[in-house]
């Protein structure tokens, strides 16, 4: 419907005069008529047309005049504005027809309003396009375009839905770069698992371009199907159950091949009606803080292992596959320092192929030797970036270029003293050098592979020492018992004997004494090494402390003579001389035997019997060896019931002295006695000294016997005084253990002061060996009691080894002659010239000597043409009684 303002035909002029013209005027009238009506058809069809075209426009149109009047308006805009199109008649005022909109509700505004803003457009001569927001909510879009004779022409376009889809375009744009923002994936899944929406992150890293790439799609189509399963499963339950899940640890790989660890939330989404329509998903990548959290947990275990002593191959398995589970592309290898200290040993190559670590086992180190061999020769870390191309490699491509490996970072594994302990290197299949992270990773790995290493070493040491003799290298008793019982087993299984071979030096103390513990040491030293030369690597040479030793002989055949045999070997070996500085040793050995199964069935009986067996070599003159006979127990039996009676024999005055005359040798007069200890046994009758005093000694009894043999020995003296004899000293011996007694100096004071005897006639033997054991404290002692008048002289002098220089300062004013050098002094050259030796020593250092042991004619012939003074000995007299003594006395003097 268009409304016109005038449609009217137009009329036919009114003709008289002539009938032709007439006529003809009417035939023209005619024709001008048709022409007329022809033109008024056309434009009538014309006009037609228009009002269709108008009407059917989707944009509401008017047309009003300079006189505000309205010309022309179509449907479109009488629907838009909501008014009866029969009541917009051309001709309306613009005010009439504000308020048929402001009645209907579709106007923007007040018609006062409104009439003075659309006066105020058409005053301007410009088009201008607004849009109005009307009153039944509606946005109309406005186009008004003024006609040069002060009409105007306007559009109207209802745009509500138009805007309405924009504010949800530019709502979805702004959203989509907001999800795209953030930093980690999100997503949102249909019931179907189907995603319906995604952020460009999580499109990328699933090789999506776009994020519409990933519509529609479901994780089957972007991972392997058991962790597509798995993630299907667990939405699955998110969207039954209705419950999110937080912040879950996921592992995916992404379309890279990179494995990533994830932090995954899931919730569902409920609608209006709270029906649940699918879920959103979030997740951001955790793997530097997973790694970190592996290497955190990995150096916690790693360290655990090594604190509970797990084998060293174990924990650096492990540490290699720690260090491979964070990064990519990298093999991890140990090589570990030799005990030469020259080669590089297989640590821990998990992931290395074999016969390359085995190819590189024992690979020397040094200037050109690859990475590693390098490394540990420069004790510095050295990165190739290309082994094909580096001249450290040069040796090494043929060997490496099979495996495919290109880099090699290799550092030196240090311990805390800097001491290098193997080398740690990272190898890849790339040429490029260690980044950051890798960087990082090599100090960590080397410091933890340190720790284990030096720990073991540390272990293998303690374990050494804990089962060997720190001074010669042998086994110990903690070892010994191990394979002694593992000897046992196998010759109970083959039926062959094990032989246990209790082994004690007879000389050593002597050395250690006299000569000092290097000495005594380097001694013990060299006749470890040669029993172990002696012996077979299946048996054992053990050393059991101080000059004991213990040879288990293995798998031994059933054959006392063979077993001798290798005795025999043995004594030679510890009896060829011992070269010691400018000392010339020898050393003989007491050794005792036991046999398996005949003289014990367990490793305690054949030690203990083996022992009892050396006790006896010793008792028959050491320097032999001894097998087992069970009789031996009962001796050692004996001595320990005479160790306990010699407890009590002090209380039970079983002790008594005699005395054994010295004399002048050249008027014969009796000038000193010595005083000789005898125990009175109850039922044993009368026990020698060399019974008993080492026992004494052992126990430590030695000391209170000691000082009652002082006491006694000082009253005797004082009696026979007082009974008128002439004066004379007695000689009190004095073993080590009284010697080493802190208040020997007060305990002597105290006899001499309760008996009442002179300083001057009291003597002390003190032995050479006693002596040189601590020589400043004994010299200390010495110049003590010499200062109290008492005298010193020295025992069994020419056994020791009593250097000239040290016996200078000796206070000593008598050395005896050992009786050892007396006995063969007849015939044996040797004796004769060490006794001639220490008579014109002792002349030279202003010391008397005194021989002891006399008991021939010949003897004190050789003494007295070699200008000894005194002799003590069988030949003059026996020891005696105190009252044998005082008629000797009253007889001889
Ligand atoms: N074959 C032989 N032997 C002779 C001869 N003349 C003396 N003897 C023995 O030689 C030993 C000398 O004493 P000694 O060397 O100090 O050796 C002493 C001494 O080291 C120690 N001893 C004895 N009494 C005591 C004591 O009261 N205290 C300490 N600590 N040791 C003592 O016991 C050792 C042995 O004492 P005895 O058995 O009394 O043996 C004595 C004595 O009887 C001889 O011509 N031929």
Redesign the pocket.
Known sequence: MVTKSSRRPAEAPESTGLAALTKLAAVSHEILERELRATIAALEGQALRFEMVIDNISQGICFFGADERLILSNRRYAEIYRIVPEQLQPGLTLGEIVERRVAAGTSAMAADAYLALARSVNSSTTSRIWTANIADGRTIQVCHQPMPDGGWVSTHEDITEFTANRLIADERISLQTLIDWVPGYLWVKDTESRFVVVNKALASDSGREKTSDMIGLTDFDLHAPELAQKFRLIEQNVLNSGQPMIDEEEFVVDASGAGKWLSSTKVPLHNVQNEIFGLVGIAHDITVRKQADVLRDGQAHILEMIAMSAPLEDVLDRLMRLVESQLTGIFGSVLLLDKDGSHLRHGAAPSLVKDYTNAIDGIAIGPKVGSCGTAVYRREPVIVTDVMQDPLWEDYRELVAVYGYRSCWSTPILSHQGAVLGVFAMYSMTVRGPAEAETRLIDFTTRIAGIAIERKLAEDQIHFMANHDVLTGLPNRALLEDRLSQAVLYAQRYDRWVTVVFIDLDNFKLVNDTLGHNAGDELLKTVASRMVECVRATDTVVRLGGDEFVIVLFDQPTNVDRISETLQTIRAAIAAPVHIEEHHLRTTASIGIANYPKDGASPKTLLANADAAMYRAKELGRDNFQFYAPEFNSRAHEKFVLQEELRNALARSEFA??Y?PQVDLRSGRVFAV?????WNHPTLGVV???TF?PT??ETGL?VP??DW?LHE?CRQNKAWQDAGLPPMTVC????AR?FRERNLVGRVVNALKDSGLEARYLEL?V?ESLIMQDIELAVATMNELQALGVQISI??FGTGYSSLSALKTFPVARL?I??SF??DLAADENDQAVTSAVISLGQKLNMRVIA????TDDQVAFLLKNNCDEM????FS??VSAQDIEKLLNHKN
């Open positions: 002295l005699l054994q010595e005083a000789l200890i005898r020698s000294p060399m005093i004494a000694e030695i016997i000691g043999v020995a009190v011996n004095v073993s009284q033997e032995t025992d069994d005896k050992d009786k007396i006995n002891e042991g006399v008991e003590q000995g069988f030949h026996r020891p």
